[in-house]
């Protein structure tokens, strides 16, 4: 049931939002790349290529990627975070099933390490264009705290929940504006030594 809603969900998705998406593409072509491509870990950690719209610049030789990604969004990209278009054209993993609507989401493959053997299980169900984590802090909530959200999702899924987190999302977006860039810094959410340049210094299991 959930694999059928993803596809109807995906398809009408990709048909409703087509003028939103040749719109957009055409804004972003003329300063470079349309869409950013990245290899990410899915459904049991197999690795899957993510397909969004391009909202940053490329990182300048000597700067660090992972501490400077509020300094290289672009004007446009802002608009695009903020309002969730960026992430439309995920829709076509889901449609592919690389990925569903709801499910935690897929993070770097370099955070697979990082993860302690309760928190691999985010990653026994597809990952999501939205989830649990997201309507529940988005980017401004420490890396733990997320983890934990999305294990939590995992062991207590239903399609009511489904159902509950698409409205929430679409809230977020529409009603209440909550901003998709995150104004805490890496450093104040990182927690778990994601960054490369980071260990994890403390190990809390969920219970």
Known sequence: ????????????????AAPIMVATAAAIRSSGPILFSQKRPGYRSGIFTIRKFRTMRAAADGELWFRSDSD???AIG???RKTSIDELPELWNVLRGDMSLVGPRPLLVEYLEKYTPNEHRRHHTPPGITGW???NGRQNIPFS????????????????????IIVKTVAA?????HDAVGSDGLDAVDDIGLSSDRERTEVKESA
């Open 1 to 16: 049931m959930k694999r059928a809603i993803d596809i109807v969900g995906a398809a009408t998705g990709l048909i409703v």
């Open 72 to 74: 290289r969004v672009t």
């Open 78 to 80: 802002h608009f695009l």
């Open 133 to 135: 984590a997201q309507v």
């Open 145 to 164: 705290e997320r983890l934990r959200l999305d294990v939590w999702y995992v062991d207590n899924w239903n399609l009511l929940l489904d159902c509950k």
């Open 173 to 177: 977006v529409f009603l209440t504006s």
